[in-house]
């Protein structure tokens, strides 16, 4: 294994003092550093005597440790006496993470600023900090007799000179390092001084180092932000708030309101220091936005605790002191007073006080994050506003459907009628159900809103009146859906004293809508670029989804390179697990109304020439009246569309799209506008020279009667957008480890993380079509290998006659001289998957005739245990199967194992697998 004694255990004599990396999981660098620092006296920074100070352990979620007579804690996560010369690091190689040692699923170790939580377990090596720390315990600089005076959290080494944080250089660390000559450098704040960042118009990578005046901390207020034109956050603002030596949270997309966002210094290293750094150089060829522009000041330090309840905080320079504006209609020298004026906020921000918090005695809570949630195809990128939001974490071998997250109102509310806002997402193809109750002294608990299954990839508004009662207490509840899929997330809660203006309580349906009609006059467009308004809405009786998407889709030889016009646009992505006659539909969010009207649209149809079809249709609830229809491989570049027609009244817009029977069919579209009354003269495509198409219909009146369509009726596949892996991948990369592996002590083992330079999609599929590589493969230490077949397998009565998608499948051949509980095995071994991590493994399963067992076995090398298995006739057809596998393990390693049965009628075949892994 891996592990090291803590300080050298060997003072005297000659004796060898060893330490282990076992090969292959022990072998990297971070490793290797980690059990180094252990046998130099270094203890888990989680383990540091001042740790309280700046994480939470949760005993209750923490594996006890078998001492050889009883269980006891863990000593991996026991407080130690250590020697604290410098802060406590979170991105140290001796930080565990987040999960480490956990016995539910749930976090074991919690920061409070959950905003450098994204630090625990990242490190690929010796960090700043380390090095720092070995410097002063050893005393690598007493030799020095000209100290240099090292400046912006620099440090003198062994050489007698300054080690500078990454992005600074000089004698001292007194200069920016910046590929400009015009922009970044250090600022020095004089007293009751403001100074403002702005956005240069170059793409670069620039710092600013900000310093204050002594005995105060910096704040950084952002005016006005809008630095991606998509949501893939290809430029960014990163805050070194914290420590100047250590990575900070990073953040892009909008926001427009003045001094909404505000980052202070803390007081653990330099409190009048901090660093902003603004990348646009990374990802130059991608589109930007308008800028940004950030106000600077030095203040004094008595916010550093968050004193204003309903407010905002500011000392002035150079005390300790502080006065709070507060929230409307909130009053009291903290801003803690209630009035039957006061406006209740809660956006889940660090520093902010929210009237709702958790529940004990339920299954899961709601958490915090600032990024995606870990597992794909559920859950939102990112907050609806500001840097944090709350969500339930569906993963876990633990967690079951109807598993229930609840977080209440913790004080007395005024006695008046509120409006409560909020925006939820649920996003997934097995979501629950979100429901808020409310109760109170002399009415018992009634919902008075709901929202159950798939909304979309979109924060979306919701509100209800909550009516004054005595005793009020006002329940936001989430229900975990059927598997992993089933996030649900909130963000900025409001209570607004009256009632609102549309009535929204207890509603049952799942699809939102805006309007109930089109407008009388004007157009109605979808660009769908980021914030843009759009009138049509993803349907929700169809098979998947369309996907927002800039550059390219992720499979080769289909699907347009940039949209039509601006950054965005939607496709339909075929890939895998997506099926054939699989349709994709949007529809307009109301009716639109009767008369003539005019579609324009751009349309992109780029693959194999039996790749599926793009139609548009009218119709009262489903498509009825075809508009348009074109079919098949229309070359690589962007048509324009027109058609004309004429709508009955209650009549609806529908866009499908559908996979045929090939990956290489992705169908675009992008700037579709509706306006009233009748075509003008062709459009000229933008910087293309096709015809437009152009389609002159008038729609019948609308039936009741639904068309009979052919597409399957089942539910939709989880996908993964927009880094899907692609189906024709020769080969397969895999994940950069960045999860613990818990440690011992005496000896202390560690954590296995991988140095690997390839930075790896979260999702693999085997095909087993063509030469293409699969994370599963064949291992040396079994009885005979999984075989690739098309058609038959040779054997009769068993074994499928085809693969159930595409022409290849894989499967055991039971035949001679196989015997009866001979062992063939797929294993991830291979392949690094991320430690700490939920995965969910996806397959079709033939099972027919007299087959042994299938078991799926989840561990890390040479101790893996059975986690799922399935044992005799299961038909002749292809099964769907899912098994969800928990962040259990740092080096997981999951394998497919088949045991042949009684006679040669046990072949077993499998085929389209899809291992998706949770970030």
């Not at 004694?5 to 971070?30: A, D, K, M, W």
């Not at 929210?354 to 299954?363: K, L, S």
Request: aromatic fraction near 8%.
């Amino acid at each position: 294994g891996c592990w090291s004694y803590v300080g050298n255990v060997f003072p005297t004599g000659s004796r060898i003092q060893h330490l282990s990396l076992e090969e292959p999981y022990c072998v990297t660098v971070s490793t290797a550093v980690h059990e180094m620092l252990h046998a130099m006296g270094g203890h888990h920074e989680q383990s540091r005597s001042d740790r309280d100070n700046y994480v939470t352990i949760e005993w209750p979620n923490v594996q006890p440790q078998w001492n050889g007579y009883a269980y006891v804690k863990n000593s991996n996560m026991e407080k130690e006496n250590t020697q604290d010369n410098n802060p406590y690091d979170a991105e140290s190689s001796m930080q565990y993470s987040l999960y480490a040692f956990s016995t539910n699923g749930k976090q074991t170790i919690k920061f409070k600023d959950q905003r450098l939580e994204f630090l625990a377990d990242s490190a690929d090596g010796l960090e700043f900090y380390d090095i720092q720390d070995v410097t002063d315990a050893y005393k690598c600089t007493d030799h020095c007799t000209n100290r240099p005076n090292c400046k912006n959290g620099g440090f003198v080494n062994f050489q007698c000179t300054c080690t500078c944080p990454e992005h600074l250089t000089g004698v001292s660390c007194e200069q920016t390092v910046s590929n400009s000559q015009t922009c970044g450098g250090v600022i020095n704040l004089g007293v009751g001084e403001e100074r403002f960042i702005k956005s240069p118009t170059i793409q670069l990578t620039t710092q600013q180092d900000l310093n204050g005046t002594a005995n105060s901390i910096v704040r950084a207020s952002v005016q006005y932000m809008d630095i991606s034109a998509d949501a893939a956050c290809n430029h960014w603002l990163e805050y070194r708030y914290n420590l100047i030596g250590q990575k900070g949270p990073k953040k892009c997309g909008t926001n427009f309101v003045a001094d909404e966002e505000i980052w202070d210094s803390t007081p653990d290293e330099l409190s009048n220091a901090m660093m902003i750094i603004f990348d646009s150089n990374t990802f130059s060829t991608k589109p930007a936005a308008t800028g940004f522009s950030i106000k600077v000041q030095s203040i004094g330090k008595g916010c550093v605790h968050s004193p204003c309840v309903y407010g905002k905080c500011n000392s002035p320079q150079g005390t300790h002191g502080y006065t709070c504006t507060c929230n409307q209609g909130i009053s009291g020298t903290n801003c803690d007073v209630l009035t039957t004026s006061s406006v209740i906020e809660c956006s889940f921000e660090y520093g902010e006080r929210c009237i709702f918090e958790n529940e004990a005695n339920h299954q899961l809570n709601w958490e915090f994050t600032n990024k995606k949630t870990p597992s794909s195809g559920t859950g939102p990128d990112s907050a609806h506003r500001g840097y944090q939001y709350v969500y339930i974490e569906a993963s876990g071998s633990n967690k079951q459907n109807g598993d229930k997250a609840v977080m209440s109102t913790n004080l007395q509310l005024p006695s008046i009628d509120y409006c409560m806002t909020f925006w939820y997402h649920m996003k997934g193809t097995n979501v629950g159900t979100l429901n808020i109750y409310m109760e109170g002294q002399n009415i018992g608990k009634s919902q008075i809103w709901r929202r159950s299954g798939q909304q979309g990839n979109d924060w979306i508004k919701g509100e209800v009146d909550v009516l004054d009662t005595n005793g009020r207490k006002i329940s936001i509840e989430a229900v975990r859906g059927s598997d992993f899929s089933s996030d649900i997330a909130i963000d900025d809660i409001s209570l607004t004293p009256g009632n609102c203006v549309t009535n929204t309580v207890a509603p049952t349906i799942t699809q939102p809508t805006t309007t109930t009609s089109q407008p009388t006059g004007g157009s109605q467009t979808c660009s769908f670029e980021v914030g843009a308004s759009c009138f049509l809405v993803e349907a929700t009786d169809d098979d998947f989804d369309w996907t927002p998407n800039s550059g390219g889709t992720p499979s080769s030889a289909t699907g347009p390179s940039n949209a039509y016009g601006g950054a965005m646009y939607k496709y339909i992505e075929v890939s895998s697990p997506v099926r054939n006659n699989y349709v994709a539909r949007l529809m307009s969010s109301s009716s639109i109304n009767a008369g003539d009207h005019c579609l324009t649209f751009a349309y992109h149809m780029f693959g194999a020439d039996t790749m599926g079809d793009l139609k548009i249709s009218t119709g009262v609830s489903a498509p009825e009246n075809e508009l348009f229809k074109q079919s098949g491989n229309h070359g690589d570049q962007w048509n324009k569309g027109m058609v004309e027609f004429t709508s009955g009244a209650q009549m609806k817009l529908f866009i499908e799209a559908n996979r045929a029977i090939t990956f290489r069919g992705d169908i675009a579209v992008d700037d579709i506008e509706l306006k009233k009354g009748k075509c003008d003269a062709n459009p000229v495509p933008n910087g293309s020279t096709n015809s437009p198409t152009t389609t002159k219909l008038t729609t019948t009146k609308p039936t009741t009667t639904k068309p009979t369509t052919t597409r399957p009726t089942t539910t939709k596949p989880t996908t993964t957008r927009p880094t899907t892996t692609r189906p024709t991948t020769t080969k397969l990369t895999t994940t950069k480890l960045t999860t613990s592996q818990p440690t011992t002590t005496q000896p202390t083992s560690t954590k296995p993380n991988i140095t690997q330079q390839t930075e790896c999609r979260t999702e693999f599929i085997c095909e087993f079509e063509g030469q293409e590589k699969c994370v599963f493969e064949n291992i040396d230490q079994d009885d005979f290998d999984w075989d690739i077949n098309s058609g038959s397998t040779s054997s009769t009565s068993t074994g499928p006659d085809n693969a159930y998608e595409g022409s290849g499948y894989i499967y055991t051949e039971a035949s001679s001289p196989r015997l009866q509980g001979d062992k063939a095995v797929l294993s991830t071994a291979n392949t690094r998957l991320a430690g700490k991590s939920t995965h969910c493994l996806q397959f079709y399963l033939h099972m027919y005739g007299e087959p042994g067992t299938l078991d799926v076995k989840y561990g890390e090398s040479g101790s893996a245990y059975s986690v799922w298995s399935i044992s005799g006739d299961q038909g002749d057809q292809w099964k769907y199967q899912q098994v969800e596998l928990p962040p259990s393990f740092s080096n997981p390693v999951i394998s497919l194992e088949s045991s042949r049965g009684s006679s040669y009628r046990s072949d077993i075949s499998l085929d389209s697998v899809k291992l998706s892994v949770g970030e």
